[in-house]
């Protein structure tokens, strides 16, 4: 006879696992391939196809346990869960009673304190009056503002304002350095042709990623310096740092209480590489990798916002990112001591996507009523707003500047993207993506050859200036995120709890 190695018991249905040679129930080793994927004996990665099935014989009907053969067992046995019963509806009146006393308590609490806060205001009134009666009689004219609450300042760096010489400093030398070369560059040598693109096919494909629940992941972040890890955040409020060439979780950064809305890397010669984070908690997190143990330790939380963060750019100096967010306001943050440099006064409408132009200096922010603000990150003026013409209200959830700094690639209708052209501040062109398309994410690449379009029925990949579709990946369902990979020889998609990746075929 067999025991399942997970619950003991004989099983219904046994099944055999190749990695360990252990018997398990089928139903069990099922559920928790989903929920982890690995062998829960050996914690080596198992698939349903590991598993072998067991013909074993005779095939009889599994015996009753003992204590269900007889009508005395039986009864025993309704008495027992009887018994069971009333205990548990006698916790939960214990419980139900603890709660109205903890209830009752509370609204006492919160009645005194209001009647604390009236006596105390009552007591300021009456002092101020006493106060200016004494000044009229001695004939000292009262103080302007002297009734009046004093404002209290943010205690985590500026709020508003210029941003400090230094930074602008290094932004316009970058912008300086960046447009010199990059307006004239051409696509590197062996970049990967628009002919190449059409011949792109699925090459592979890394499952069960973050937590089954909640499931999915809602950013991608692909490193520069080695281009087999990748980061991802997730519904599960985790942020993991996988190597695809080792197939294996580097690291699980947690520290949010929400979903994690945005991931990037920050990776610059001489220093640390620090892994940045963004979520729905209204906080941003970031670690830095410790070459000493290869982790990734905690190095600062930002709790600058009042709302969710929809934005995490890091800018093209490597000296400071951007958030933005759903209060309406955005800020820039130094990564050498983590402090906050600017803060954006709030505006009309929410920020709900964030993108840097490739010089650095100028940014673009999103809004749920259809209308782009670009604003100069040194002064953090709008230099102008862009909204398509005729169009109805809608989120604008994504923005890509093009690498020569000329476009913005941007949604004009949830289910259409807009090509604006910065030199004229009008559409160049737009795309018709189809009635049931939702889109997620727009992406240049890097040669500015290329515009990828993630959403809800796939991925599809248009040539710029021709605007000819070239590929479309339908079978990857809805995509949350896309990333174009080293010379655009691939593209990575997150779609549910999955990876994947397309390519040139083998």
């Given at each position: 006879?067999f ?144 009734a ?15 941003l ?148 995490l ?51 673009a ?12 990150v040194?002064?953090?003026?709008i ?47 737009t ?20 515009l ?10 248009f ?18 995120d ?25």
């Amino acid at each position: 006879m067999f025991f399942c190695s997970i619950s003991g018991e004989p099983p219904q249905d046994p099944v055999i696992s190749t990695k360990s040679g252990q018997v398990y129930e089928r139903r069990l080793i099922l559920k928790y391939i989903t929920d982890n994927g690995t062998d829960p004996l050996t914690g080596e990665k198992l698939e349903e196809s590991d598993l072998l099935t067991i013909k074993a014989n005779p095939k009889t009907a599994p015996p009753r346990p003992a204590a269900a053969t007889s009508t005395p067992a039986l009864l025993h046995m309704l008495q027992n869960e009887w018994d069971a019963l009333v205990l548990e509806v006698f916790a939960l009146k214990q419980q139900y009673n603890s709660t109205r006393q903890e209830l009752s308590y509370a609204l006492y609490a919160q009645d005194a304190a209001s009647r604390v806060i009236a006596r105390l205001i009552r007591e300021r009134d009456a002092a101020r009056e006493a106060l200016a009666n004494v000044q009229a009689t001695m004939g000292i004219a009262p103080a302007s503002g002297a009734a009046e609450d004093v404002e209290m300042a943010e205690e985590n760096g500026a709020q508003e304002g210029a941003l400090p010489k230094e930074i602008v400093d290094q932004i316009d030398e970058t912008q300086q350095n960046l447009s010199a070369t990059r307006k004239k560059r051409k696509a590197p040598a062996g970049y990967t042709s628009t002919a190449e693109v059409k011949t792109f096919v699925a090459t592979h494909t890394i499952p069960s990623l973050h937590l089954a629940s909640p499931a999915g992941m809602t950013s991608l972040a692909v490193s520069r310096l080695n281009p087999s890890q990748f980061l991802t955040g997730g519904n599960d409020k985790i942020v993991q740092l996988y190597d695809r060439s080792t197939d294996k979780v580097l690291a699980s950064l947690k520290g949010h209480t929400k979903k994690v809305n945005q991931v990037a890397f920050r990776e610059h010669e001489g220093e640390s590489t620090l892994v940045l984070s963004a979520g729905a908690d209204k906080i941003a997190k970031i670690w830095a990798h410790d070459s000493a143990s290869s982790e990734y330790i905690p190095k600062a939380t930002i709790r600058t916002h009042k709302g969710e963060l929809t934005g995490l750019v890091v800018h093209p100096t490597n000296s400071i990112f951007a958030l933005s967010s759903l209060d309406k306001t955005y800020s820039l943050h130094e990564l050498s001591n983590f402090t906050q440099v600017y803060r954006s006064a709030p505006g009309e409408d929410a920020f709900t996507s964030l993108a840097i132009h490739p010089d650095g200096a100028l940014l673009a922010l999103g809004t749920p009523s259809s209308k782009i603000q670009i604003c100069d990150v040194r002064s953090g003026n709008i230099a102008a707003s862009i909204m398509p013409p005729d169009a109805s209200p809608f989120t604008v959830n994504s923005l890509s500047f093009s690498e020569n700094g000329y476009h913005l690639l941007a949604p004009d209708s949830p289910s259409s993207v807009a090509i604006w052209d910065l030199r004229k501040m009008k559409t160049a062109h737009t795309i018709p993506l189809g009635e049931g398309f939702k889109v997620n994410k727009v992406l240049y690449d890097y040669s500015a050859q290329y515009l990828g379009v993630a959403g809800s029925e796939g991925i599809r990949v248009f040539a710029h200036k021709s605007w000819d579709e070239l590929v479309r990946f339908e079978e990857a369902g809805d995509v949350s995120d896309i990333v174009f990979g080293e010379q655009g020889k691939e593209i990575w998609a997150t779609s549910g709890r999955e990876v994947r990746i397309w390519g040139l075929p083998a």
